[in-house]
């Protein structure tokens, strides 16, 4: 009965080159005569549609042998009907040669469309979020990132800027501020979900394909392409407190057939807005003491009115009286201080919308001209803390006569601070609560412009594009504060005689505006690029089967322009660094490809890339893969290639500085008595790009099994392993300030406050004044070792005509992560803690009966060490303690309520789970992503499709 069910569908998808179906490719395949006339059927079809013919053929003989349920390179919604005039050849990431079956020497997960409205998400970022393979870099609700307003993703627990984005195959224009002043990558907020018909994401290197960047592997997007009619999606979801609103539609028109009208024309319009999240709606949030916990004490002590410190003597603070919140002594630092509980926006508001066109014409049978343009606009607004002054700022108070130092507690007999006296150097801490918190405006705009062409140049599959991409950014923070204005107004403050005084509860307004100020900073990120790319799937035959072949080359010109505000330059503007960063180069490649069947079940991959950077020279690029199928249901795959990272412009042209957050100071903390999250100090970080830097190197290495032992069972475990060395480090500030006293130079790179006798005296062992500035320099100096398993295993339950059980589950786990970013030494485990877990799992469990389905996923973090990094000196207090695993479930259900209208609705995390707080020096803070933090959201879209 199979072969009686294979036959009769090869025989019902053959076809004539003028339409009619007929057995023409049922004798091919079993080796029989092809009459004359069918043979120049055959010949006289475009090249490219004979081999979706074949492609179409094997698809439907898999489906009837029951092997449909290994995924292949298309879905069956792409699986041309017999009817069907439209046979586009469908090319996987990872190779230049179109295939007809997916599982190859590599492996690649393709994320359609349908799973795409299933998983519930709003943005690509919380699709791919959700995806074990997948690390976030930025998520866009970061305060203290250098890259505001962006969001980035990883593989393999590498950073982002190792991962290549791509686009329909082709790259994007970085976003124009680096994170962290150094390291670029694709904001994938300029990709709206509502575009996007698939993803496939290749987890292997990649640059004798695609070049720099694949270190990590490749995540391509592909949009839409000769479609008919329009669509309109729609998507509400909200935290079930109420705050944190996401509201999307769109819009997606498609006129004209490629094989009927000769063009096509696909238009796209989406609109996104959120609103922030509020820490006050939430029970982990609301109350801004984190010690119970086991973190800090988080509530502000500047506001209300604040507090003072007598530097001169090192004696514990005091609240400036009037405190209209709790005076509390900090269980940190033992000071006196008024406590407030503020309210705090734990994300940003966005606003953004975007238009996309595809237009396609065919010339003839063969050649068509296409042309796709993109413009995305978003408005990210982020608040921060009140505005305030200098923390270094220490006043000479100069015998003040300020009736406020008289009127602070303390044992003295005139009732005045401990130990004052006229003369003494006090350190203010105080908000400036007159105003509203600095505020941050980031206005990205995208541009996008590709033209070509693609047809067929004698047996050779073509095709040449020009491609034009911009970002460009501006940043505008408002209330920032002038440091010399304000210390100036401080400081007549302290003296009455004028300035701000801040022992009075209100300042008026003539008295702030002058010290604040509006900054603004400017960044634009180009990407020119043209290339040319020939494949011919079929150029001669080897061992009876057809030998494939592409080869392309390639010439593109990236630029960043960075430039700040010159007042941040300055180092004017309190609590604010500056980058800016201004280069280019040029890049000019060639690279080829083959496939070649080595035996009947035994194919294999052979690449080669050249690329010339215009600064820094050459990187040659091989890559060897090989695929078997010793029977029908294994597929055994290994592959082996080096890739490489090219310096980001910014790691060798920028000038940055700024903060380094989380810095544990123990040879200071110590003496202090100061231990876990007390112990974290944020001091200046200086930063100088580098011109002389190296590419970075890898080497790759990759084994998969692929098993499908029974209708309706298919697993795959694939191992990885990435060597990777050079890589661009800055030193670690975490690093140079452990080793302080134990590295030579390493001391001259720590900036400290001057020594404080008076409190040396009463802390026995101190002998550092307070950390006030690292600097760090960029270096070729790490390496990485990296080793994993992916493990995918998907079952499907026939119910006997009451629909179907789906199970899959999904694992990534890390069996080695070894790394160091210091010369000389070997690298070091970082596995098992917050920054790399051993594993993160997924495991979906469906029931889907005609066109309904519900779903109830568990995504599952490991339990790690309480630390950032193993290697970091840790507080004696905290050693070996963990952090509990973490899984969150998500309910969706899914229906096709009519022929034309999809809805679904959703609820993540939704038995509302816990957070779970890191209390380190290094992270003080929940270590969920936002969504799972404030607990169950629901979510509703739907999707509807006019006739």
């Known amino acids: 009965m199979v072969i009686i069910g294979v036959l009769f569908v090869i025989r019902t998808y053959a076809v004539r080159a003028d339409g009619s179906w007929k057995p023409l490719l049922y004798r091919r395949l079993i080796r029989l005569p092809v009459t004359k006339h069918e043979a120049k059927s055959i010949i006289s079809l475009p090249r490219w549609r004979l081999s979706q013919m074949k492609k179409t053929v094997l698809a439907s003989t898999l489906a009837a042998i029951g092997l449909i349920h290994l995924p292949l390179a298309f879905g069956a919604d792409q699986i041309p009907s017999p009817t069907s005039d439209s046979l586009e050849r469908i090319t996987i990431t990872g190779s230049n040669i179109s295939r007809i079956n997916k599982e190859g020497p590599t492996a690649v997960e393709i994320i359609k469309r349908d799973e795409i409205e299933k998983s519930g998400a709003s943005t690509v970022l919380e699709l791919l979020s959700k995806l074990p393979s997948v690390s976030i870099g930025l998520t866009g609700n970061s305060n203290t990132s250098f890259a505001q307003g962006a969001a980035s993703v990883g593989l393999r627990g590498l950073d982002p800027k190792y991962t290549l984005i791509l686009l329909n195959g082709r790259r994007l224009a970085n976003y124009g501020f680096a994170d962290g002043a150094e390291n670029t990558f694709v904001d994938l907020n300029n990709l709206p979900l509502a575009a996007i018909e698939s993803v496939e994401i290749l987890r292997d290197g990649a640059s004798a394909i695609y070049g720099s960047d694949a270190i990590a592997g490749v995540i391509n997007f592909k949009t839409k392409r000769n479609y008919q009619g329009v669509e309109t999606t729609a998507n509400v979801g909200t935290n079930q407190k109420g705050d944190g609103t996401t509201e999307s539609a769109s819009v997606t028109a498609g006129w004209g057939s490629l094989e009927k009208d000769g063009q096509n024309l696909l238009l796209t319009v989406d609109v996104f807005h959120s609103d922030p999240l509020k820490s006050n709606k939430h029970d982990a949030t609301s109350n801004r003491d984190f010690r119970r916990f086991g973190g800090s004490d988080n509530r502000s002590v500047d506001r209300y009115l604040g507090s003072v410190t007598d530097f001169s003597t090192g004696e514990p603070g005091f609240p400036i009286p009037g405190c209209r919140g709790s005076v509390e002594v900090s269980s940190g630092t033992n000071d006196n201080r008024c406590f407030n509980n503020q309210q705090v926006l ?25 042309a796709e343009v993109g413009f995305n606009h978003s408005e990210t607004t982020v608040q921060y803390g009140l505005a305030g002054f200098d923390p270094s700022f220490i006043g000479n108070t100069d015998g003040s006569t300020n009736p406020g130092l008289a009127n602070l507690p303390g044992p003295s007999a005139d009732g005045s601070l401990q130990g004052f006296t006229p003369g003494d150097q006090l350190r203010i801490y105080r908000g400036i609560y007159e105003v509203a918190p600095t505020q941050n405006k980031i206005t990205s705009d995208t541009a996008r412009v590709v033209a070509g062409w693609r047809g067929v140049i004698g047996k050779w599959d073509s095709e040449g594009a020009v491609s034009l991409n911009q970002n460009r950014l501006k940043d505008v923070a408002s209330n920032s504060v002038l440091k010399d204005v304000s210390s100036a107004s401080l400081q007549s403050g302290l003296l009455g005689n004028g300035g701000y005084d801040p022992f009075a509860y209100w300042n008026p307004s003539s008295v702030i505006n002058p010290m604040l100020t509006t900054t603004e900073r400017v960044a634009v990120s180009r990407l020119e690029t043209v290339d040319w790319k020939m494949s011919a799937p079929e150029l001669f035959n080897f061992n009876g089967a057809p030998v494939g072949f592409a080869w392309g080359a390639q010439a593109s010109h990236e630029s960043i322009s960075d430039q700040p505000d010159a007042k941040n330059v300055a180092g004017n503007i309190v609590n604010a660094g500056a980058t800016a960063s201004t280069a280019s180069r040029s890049l000019y490649s060639l690279y080829g490809e083959f496939n ?16 010339h950077y215009s600064d820094f020279g050459n990187s040659f690029n091989p890559k060897i893969a090989v695929a078997w199928r010793p029977t029908k249901e294994i597929l055994l795959r290994g592959s082996a290639t080096t890739s490489f990272k090219a310096p980001t412009l910014p790691e060798i042209s920028s000038t940055t500085s700024g903060y380094a957050n989380g810095i544990a100071d123990w040879a200071r903390c110590g003496p202090l008595g100061y231990t876990g999250a007390n112990c974290s100090y944020s001091p200046k970080q200086y930063v100088a790009g580098n011109p ?125 992560y070894k790394q160091s970013i210091t010369p000389g030494t070997a690298p070091a485990s970082r596995l098992d803690s917050l920054n790399h877990p051993r594993w993160n799992n997924s495991f979906r469990t469906a029931y889907e009966y005609a066109d309904m389905e519900v779903a109830l996923t568990a995504r599952t973090q490991a339990s790690t060490l309480n630390i950032d990094d193993p290697t970091h000196t840790q507080d004696p207090a905290i050693t070996n303690a963990r952090i509990p695993s973490f899984t969150a479930w998500d309910l969706n259900l899914n229906a096709k309520v009519s022929k034309n209208l999809t809805v679904n609705f959703g609820v993540n995390n939704l038995f509302d789970k816990a957070p779970i707080y890191a209390n380190t020096a290094y992270k003080d803070d929940f270590v969920q992503n936002q969504n799972d933090l404030v607990g169950r959201y629901i979510y509703a879209n739907m999707r509807y499709q006019f006739q």
């Open 596 to 611: 070649v069947p080595l035996m009947k079940t035994v194919e294999m991959q052979l690449a080669l890339r050249g690329d």
């Open 692 to 816: 002389d830097l190296k590419a970075e190197k890898a080497n790759n290495f990759s084994l998969g099994m692929v098993l499908q032992p029974m209708k309706g069972l298919s697993a795959s475990i694939d191992w990885y392993a990435i060597k990777q060395r050079n890589t661009i480090q800055l030193l670690d500030p975490q690093y140079i300030v452990d080793n302080e006293d134990i590295i030579p130079g390493y001391a001259a790179l720590v900036g400290r406050d001057p020594r404080n006798p008076a409190l040396e005296a009463r802390h026995p062992g101190l002998n550092k004044g307070r950390i006030n500035s690292i600097t760090t320099p960029y270096i070729n100096v790490g390496k990485t070792d990296i080793q994993g398993l992916d493990i995918d295993i998907s079952y499907e339950l026939p119910l006997a005509g009451w629909g179907k059980l789906k199970f899959r589950e999904v694992n990534n786990y890390t069996l080695l």
């Open 346 to 370: 734990l994300s940003p508001k966005i606003l953004r919308g975007g238009i996309s066109a595809i237009f396609t014409k065919r010339l003839n049978g063969q050649d068509e001209l296409f």
